[in-house]
Nanobody
Framework: QLVESGGGLVQAGGSLRLSCAASGGTFSKYAMGWFRQAPGKERAFVARISRSGGSTYYTDSVKGRFTISRDNAKNTVYLQMNSLRPEDTAVYYC????????????????WGQGTQVTVSS
């Protein structure tokens, strides 16, 4: 089970930190990803992190602003979001990938329920 938290309403230029707590499995066996879905759009990749936390990847639009990290001892993955823009407004989902390390939505095995992030201009 994956449970996201930390979303909310923030002004442009502000920051939020999303958390995703995992339970029911061996967290360190999963690569983890953050995705987002804006109204009327498909779910899209934001960031991913390897099982050890040693490798991270980001979509171009968030590079330099967002940071993904994980704490395997706490079974939690984080997304630090700085310099937020109105176009970052979306529901943010965390997801777990048991077998791979990819940016593809369909490759992820487990998903959280999502947390809303709204950035006002």
């Amino acid at each position: 089970q994956l449970v996201e938290s930390g979303g909310g309403l923030v002004q442009a230029g502000g920051s939020l930190r999303l958390s995703c707590a995992a339970s029911g499995g061996t967290f360190s066996k999963y690569a983890m990803g953050w995705f987002r879905q804006a109204p009327g759009k498909e779910r899209a990749f934001v960031a991913r992190i390897s099982r050890s936390g040693g490798s991270t990847y980001y979509t171009d639009s968030v590079k330099g602003r967002f940071t993904i990290s994980r704490d395997n001892a706490k079974n939690t993955v984080y997304l630090q979001m700085n310099s937020l823009r109105p176009e970052d407004t979306a529901v943010y989902y965390c997801a777990a990938d048991l077998n791979g390390f990819t940016s593809q939505v369909r490759q992820y095995d487990y998903w959280g329920q999502g947390t809303q992030v709204t950035v006002s201009s």
